[in-house]
């Protein structure tokens, strides 16, 4: 259970501090209307996930568990991958802009579609969260319960942070960045080495 809790929130932590258009879009809404307008799109996640989650699981369930820890292998290999880029980033000067967004989208359905139309939920679900919810099923209900409730409860929270700092501040410190992006590498790191290792044991005891 712990376990699912920790893939579940260190996943959606990592996921909120890496730059996205959904980041870039909260950005700009919240140094122009302020967070108050801006904080429902916190949410969008919740309402895009569901989904690219049900045709991720539909796909995963068509396949042999083998082909299912390959996934989970490739899932350890791209969190990595992220850490490295992650870390090249926090060593860099970070310079965002309050204009990131090309248009000013306002209601929570647009920053919806904003979230259907971005890679990163279809790669994430397909080589993270979707190997991690079907070996939570086979466990039992409340352990899947407590890898999306984490999974969730991180995101949405977190982007609900971020818009609270991103309108105070108009843009966040280059120190914050660094830091963020810091933090962000070192859990990709030791998501990615779980989820490899998890999946390597799988393939062998199979």
Same mark, same amino acid.
């Given at each position: 259970?712990? $376990?699912?809790?920790?893939? @579940? @929130?260190?996943?959606?932590?990592?996921?909120?501090?890496?730059? *996205?258009?959904?980041?870039?879009?909260?950005?700009?809404?919240? +140094?122009? $209307?302020?967070?108050?307008?801006?904080?429902?799109?916190?949410?969008?996640?919740?309402?895009?996930?569901?989904?690219?989650? %049900?045709?991720?699981?539909? #796909?995963?369930?068509?396949?042999? +568990?083998?082909?299912?820890?390959?996934?989970?292998?490739?899932?350890?290999?791209?969190?990595l991958y992220?850490?490295?880029?992650?870390?090249? $980033?926090?060593?860099?000067?970070?310079?965002?802009?309050?204009?990131?967004?090309?248009?000013?989208?306002? !209601?929570?359905?647009?920053? !919806? !579609?904003?979230?259907?139309?971005?890679?990163?939920?279809?790669?994430?679900?397909?080589?993270?969260?979707?190997? %991690?919810?079907?070996?939570?099923?086979?466990?039992?209900?409340?352990? #899947?319960?407590?890898?999306? @409730?984490?999974?969730?409860?991180?995101?949405?929270?977190?982007? +609900?942070?971020f818009i #609270?700092?991103?309108?105070?501040?108009?843009?966040?410190?280059?120190?914050?960045?660094?830091?963020? %992006?810091?933090?962000?590498?070192?859990?990709?790191?030791?998501? *990615?080495?779980?989820?490899? #290792?998890? *999946?390597?044991?799988?393939? %062998?005891?199979?």
């Amino acid at each position: 259970m712990l $376990e699912c809790i920790l893939l @579940g @929130g260190g996943f959606a932590f990592a996921a909120v501090v890496q730059p *996205g258009p959904l980041q870039a879009f909260l950005l700009a809404r919240a +140094a122009r $209307e302020g967070w108050r307008r801006t904080l429902p799109a916190a949410l969008a996640p919740l309402l895009s996930d569901g989904p690219i989650a %049900a045709l991720v699981l539909l #796909v995963l369930g068509q396949l042999p +568990a083998t082909g299912q820890q390959g996934l989970r292998l490739a899932g350890g290999v791209l969190l990595l991958y992220l850490a490295w880029a992650a870390r090249r $980033e926090a060593r860099a000067a970070p310079a965002p802009s309050g204009n990131a967004a090309g248009s000013s989208p306002r !209601t929570l359905l647009q920053a !919806t !579609t904003i979230n259907l139309l971005n890679p990163n939920p279809y790669i994430g679900w397909a080589l993270v969260m979707g190997p %991690a919810a079907n070996a939570a099923w086979r466990l039992s209900a409340l352990h #899947v319960a407590a890898l999306l @409730g984490a999974f969730y409860g991180v995101m949405a929270v977190g982007l +609900a942070a971020f818009i #609270v700092l991103a309108s105070s501040a108009r843009r966040l410190p280059a120190r914050g960045q660094r830091a963020l %992006a810091g933090a962000a590498a070192a859990v990709l790191a030791v998501l *990615g080495v779980y989820q490899f #290792v998890v *999946g390597l044991r799988a393939l %062998a005891a199979a």
